[in-house]
């Protein structure tokens, strides 16, 4: 999409043009160690809208936060191709070496707590810590489409497609209190949404990580929703389990997105594991 068609909203930051021939979007702001947030999956999915309410005030507490648009997603490219977990990792490590990042923090929300998880297995020396949220990448393949909020996005999104009124009843399963999905978010969703493939979901190939969490060497902090119609809760006692220097925020009320439904709660938390 060339910059006269793009719409303002979501906000467009640079694009870098990655090894692979791939172009990734991403937003940066504040200086400091480096701490990238990894957004999750879903039609319309980017960077911005996962993160809007986290960027700045983990950058103003002394961070250099990056929001990359992961391919296939917000306003990076978006080829016609499988789009298999080894793709996102390996661009997304190709965006962090582009931009000069040596050691960071990331941050991962569903897909993106699944990137981040091989991410730091692939890459043990770039990541000092990871932050989870209601995490993909855990669970069977049955267990995911188990899940109501996951089987209404896939069959919408491969079969029919989304009008505005149904991108919105979808978006408010993501979150406990659908309040949390105003009219901003769903036009920058809806925008991204014009511009995908069926491909990027129709052709996701994400494996169950689960075995390789007592690989993990970083610390690891989590967060889980009891009302995840996503990743189910139960997650969280597998990292607990599996990762022995690691912490689990559960919140009631809240469903897939924790840093969005409670954002104040969610930057302390997070700021006071960047800063011990």
Not at 36 to 55: D, E, M, Q, T, W
Not at 78 to 95: A, G, H, N, Q, S
Not at 115 to 132: Q, T
Not at 154 to 176: C, H, I, T
Request: hydrophobic letters at 45%.
């Amino acid at each position: 999409m060339n910059a006269t068609a793009r719409p303002s909203s979501p906000p467009f930051g640079r694009i870098a043009k990655l090894p692979s021939g791939h172009e990734m979007h991403y937003l940066e702001q504040g200086k400091g160690p480096a701490v990238v947030l990894v957004h999750g999956s879903g039609p319309g999915a980017n960077g911005y809208s996962n993160f809007k309410r986290n960027i700045g005030p983990i950058a103003e507490a002394g961070y250099r936060v990056l929001v990359p648009d992961m391919i296939g997603f917000g306003w990076s490219a978006k080829p016609d191709i499988d789009y298999p977990l080894e793709l996102f990792v390996t661009t997304l490590l190709e965006f962090l070496d582009g931009v000069g990042v040596k050691r960071c923090t990331l941050v991962g929300n569903s897909l993106g707590g699944a990137i981040s998880i091989k991410a730091s297995l692939d890459r043990p020396g770039l990541v000092e810590k990871l932050v989870m949220m209601g995490t993909g990448g855990i669970e069977s393949r049955e267990t995911y489409f188990a899940m109501p909020g996951i089987r209404a996005m896939v069959s919408q999104f491969v079969g029919a497609g989304f009008d505005k009124p149904a991108l919105r009843e979808l978006l408010e399963m993501l979150a406990f209190d659908p309040r949390v999905v105003d009219d901003a978010l769903l036009e920058e969703r809806w925008n991204v949404l014009q511009t995908q493939p069926k491909a990027v979901l129709a052709r996701m190939l994400i494996p169950d990580l689960s075995p390789r969490l007592i690989d993990i060497t970083c610390p690891v902090l989590g967060f889980w929703g009891v009302e995840d119609h996503f990743c189910p809760v139960s997650g969280a006692n597998k990292i607990l389990a599996a990762v022995g220097d690691s912490r689990m925020v559960l919140f009631a009320h809240c469903g897939h997105w924790a840093m969005l439904e409670y954002p104040d709660i969610f930057n302390r938390y997070v700021v006071d594991f960047l800063r011990h």
